[in-house]
Nanobody, 122 residues
C-alpha cells in the first residue's frame, strides 16, 4: 500500500512559479513505483500532466505544460516534485500525485493523493 500527500499549492499571478511536492510512504515506494502528476480544473475531466519512473527517467509531459513544468523525484526522501514555471490562468486546477507499480503511464494509476489547489490569476 502507498500513501501520497501533496503540498505546495497556492494562489499566484500569471508568470509566476510554484513547486508542488508529493510525499510518498510505503516500504517500496522509492524503488518500485512510477509517479505521475494529474490535474482537474472546475467543470473539466482530470488530465495527465507529467510522469516519471522509479529511477527518475522515462519522463513524459502533456503538450500543455511541456517546456514550463519539470517533474523530479528524490527517492532518498520518498519525494516527488513538480516545478511549475511561467504559470498561466489555464493552469488553475487541483493537482494530484499518483503512483503505480511498474512503468510510466499517462492513464492508469493505483494510488492517489488528496490533491492540492493551484490558482493562477491573470
Amino acid at each position: 500500500q502507498v500513501q501520497l500527500v501533496e503540498s505546495g499549492g497556492g494562489l499566484l499571478q500569471a508568470g509566476g512559479s510554484l513547486r508542488l511536492s508529493c510525499a510518498g510512504s510505503g516500504r517500496t515506494f522509492g524503488g518500485s513505483y512510477s509517479v505521475g502528476w494529474f490535474r482537474q480544473a472546475p467543470g473539466k475531466e482530470r488530465e495527465f500532466v507529467a510522469t516519471t519512473n522509479w529511477r527518475g527517467g522515462d519522463i513524459e509531459y502533456s503538450d500543455s505544460v511541456k517546456g514550463r513544468f519539470t517533474i523530479s523525484r528524490d527517492n532518498t526522501k520518498n519525494m516527488v516534485y513538480l516545478q511549475m514555471n511561467s504559470l498561466k490562468p489555464e493552469d488553475t486546477a487541483i493537482y494530484y500525485c499518483a503512483a503505480r507499480m511498474g512503468p510510466v503511464s499517462t492513464i492508469e494509476y493505483d494510488f492517489w493523493g488528496q490533491g492540492t489547489q493551484v490558482t493562477v490569476s491573470s
